[in-house]
């Protein structure tokens, strides 16, 4: 059912938007030279570059996603952010000092010192395509979600979105993204320990925390570590400890979108302490994000959940030709649900091992009928999907006198991934969709104005970094250094805010046109992760192999691009060990080309 918000949560929303977009668009009105526009003028203290870092990298995707992705499968994604605290300690005695000592305005500026003006444009080329589209879904991710929920028009949304960052982001610069996040910081932590109080008081008196916390380990949400080393699980202790340490490394160490919040600290040591903040803070933020939705799983152990939180998705099942066979399923979950409350109820009160694996049980069959849901809700929406799914149906029927046959293996191969793509489709996969359906259906008035505010603040605050970033880039790393002539301050500042109005439009054009297959904050890290390895290798050889020459980076670069997206188009791995895949990989093809390459000169830094 689509909501209407009440005046008292419009009047919320509007307040805090608006008072943010005030307060940037004032506190840095007359920045004019570069120093100040592009860096923030160098007067951030510590806790400023702290929570800027944090906000850039909470988008509204965080809590719409990670809440979505702790009720479908729990705690375990909390694991993906180990390798946060090892790459901040490294950044802080390598990157930062290096960055520091030469002054630069970007992270690629370095690259130029090191190899040559190529390398330095190819660089800043892959930072520009990944965080291009990044900044295009960071938009997106909300407004779509809004849009199916409250009724809103996709389009709008994505234009407000981006033309309240376009505003304040164009006006002030980088201290204006800084000093923004600070707001939006305080919004985002007030909203999320509001709602969690509300969700835990949702609960019945008679359960306490600790027996929700019972109840939410019984059915294996509470699993934080996995040790073992299957590649085909994208969340273990090692992935986050491995690749998680090469993906932060690469985005905090080489992301303009990170880098430029910590270099407008007034001193290293406050750049340092910034990050070290980050280090400190961003594990048990994302534990606590987590737990919110895992709050939310067990307050629907007591209360009845759709088979599908996409409420339009559900509407266009019922009218079709598979409307009965989805009510069945309805009509199933709710005698599941019967059993669940008396089960939960019954766990609650005592520590029996039975109970627990009988939830455990329920919860495992309850899975099985969202599944379904979500199949019989692709097959109602797409006609192609349900011919081919069909006409493969009936050739495994005729070969089932054959069932160890080759053909019958391969036909049902397919057919089951037929059956489990309908859980990818945007339409279907409505994880992402869990908490903002909560927060409107069960949260009071003011309160839901609140937590819309806090989805659009995430969203504004990491789209504000990332054109500012982009903006940064085209301006310094191509437009300024490939002018004959050396252009003045004002002239660069004036082109860097055309140029993030441009990236702000573009932003806005690739939310209006994006689709979405993955969970969204799965989407965003598997972007990254196309391009971060490779970029992080370049920096390593940068710093670490002073022999290296810039034709063998730049060439080496270019193949291990094309290797990596054919890796991941393949699914040769776990889209986090790509990050570690693509730095090795570009390493050793630039050892390998600096062989085979005539010798040229190279400059140490």
């Known amino acids: 059912m689509q909501q209407t918000l009440d005046w008292i949560d419009w009047t919320v ?45 909470a988008s509204a995707i965080t809590f719409l996603s990670t809440t979505g992705q702790a009720f479908s499968d729990g705690m375990g994604f909390v694991q993906f952010y180990f390798g946060l605290p090892i790459a901040m300690v490294i950044i802080c005695l390598v990157f930062i000092p290096l960055y520091h000592r030469l002054k630069v305005y970007t992270a690629y500026e370095f ?81 999320m320990l509001a709602a ?13 925390f600790r027996d929700a916390i019972d109840i939410a380990g019984a059915t294996g949400k509470m699993q934080v570590l996995d040790f073992s080393f299957d590649l085909e699980n994208r969340y273990t202790v090692w992935t986050g400890l491995i690749g998680g340490t090469f993906l932060m490394l690469s985005y905090f160490g080489t992301d303009q979108s990170q880098v430029q919040r910590y270099l407008s600290g007034k001193s290293m040591k406050e750049m340092q302490m910034g990050l070290l903040f980050n280090g400190l803070f961003k594990v048990p933020m994302q534990f606590f994000i987590l737990l ?27 009218t079709s030709d598979y409307g009965d066979d989805y009510r069945a399923l309805q009509d199933k979950q709710s005698a599941l649900f019967n059993k669940k409350q008396k089960v939960s109820l019954a766990l609650s009160k005592s520590d029996d091992n039975g109970l627990k694996q009988e939830l455990f049980q329920l919860d495992s069959i309850e899975k099985t009928y969202r599944s379904e849901s979500k199949f019989l809700i692709k097959k109602a929406i797409d006609p192609e999907y349900t011919s081919a799914y069909n006409t493969l149906k009936d050739e495994v029927e005729n070969l089932e006198d054959h069932p160890k046959s080759d053909a019958y293996l391969a036909k049902s191969e397919a057919l089951t991934a037929l059956y489990n793509d309908a859980a990818k489709d945007t339409k279907t996969n409505d994880r992402d969709y869990m908490f903002i359906t909560f927060i409107l259906n069960n949260l009071p008035q003011g309160l839901i104005g609140l937590l819309l505010a806090v989805i659009l603040s995430a969203a504004m605050s990491s789209t504000a970094s990332e054109i500012n970033a982009l903006a940064t880039i085209t301006s310094i ?32 054009i690739i939310a209006c046109f994006a689709d979405l297959a993955e969970n969204l904050i799965q989407l965003v890290n598997i972007i990254g992760s196309i391009f971060y390895g490779n970029v992080l290798g370049i920096f390593l050889l940068a710093f670490f192999f002073k022999y ?43 050892n390998l080309l600096q062989l085979l390459l005539p010798k040229t000169s190279t400059v140490d830094i």
């Not at 969690?196 to 008081?201: D, V």
């Not at 570690?580 to 570009?586: D, H, I, N, R, Y």
Request: with cysteine.
């Open 13 to 57: 929303l509007v307040i805090t938007l608006a008072t943010i977009v005030g307060y940037g668009t004032w506190k840095t009105r007359g920045r004019r030279n570069a120093e100040d526009y592009i860096k923030g003028g160098n007067t951030s203290k510590w806790w400023t570059i702290g929570l800027s870092v944090m906000a850039t990298q």
């Open 111 to 191: 690259l130029e010192n090191r190899f040559d003006l190529k390398t330095r444009s190819l660089t800043a080329i892959l930072f520009l395509i990944q965080r291009g589209l990044a900044a295009g879904i960071t938009i997106f991710a909300p407004a779509i979600i809004l849009s199916v929920v409250l009724g809103w028009n996709i389009v709008t949304l994505n234009i407000i979105i981006g033309v309240l960052v376009i505003i304040y982001t164009v006006s002030g610069g980088t201290k204006a993204v800084t000093v923004t996040q600070k707001q939006q910081m305080f919004v985002i932590f007030a909203g």
């Open 196 to 208: 969690l109080f509300i969700i835990i008081n949702l609960i019945p008196e008679e359960v306490s």
């Open 292 to 318: 919110v939705g895992v709050m939310v799983f067990v307050f629907y152990q007591f209360n009845p959940s759709p088979l599908n939180f996409i409420d339009r998705s559900t509407q266009t099942v019922l």
């Open 477 to 508: 790393d191509l437009y300024g250094r490939n002018q004959k002539e050396e252009k003045s301050e004002d002239h660069m500042v004036k082109m860097t805010k055309w140029f993030t109005l441009g990236w702000g439009i573009v932003a806005i």
């Open 548 to 590: 290296i020459k810039g034709n063998a980076v730049f060439i080496g670069a270019l193949i291990t691009q094309a290797i990596v997206v054919i890796g991941w188009w393949f699914e040769w791995m776990p889209y986090l060990w790509l990050n570690l895949f693509g730095c090795v990989v570009v390493i050793m093809i630039a």
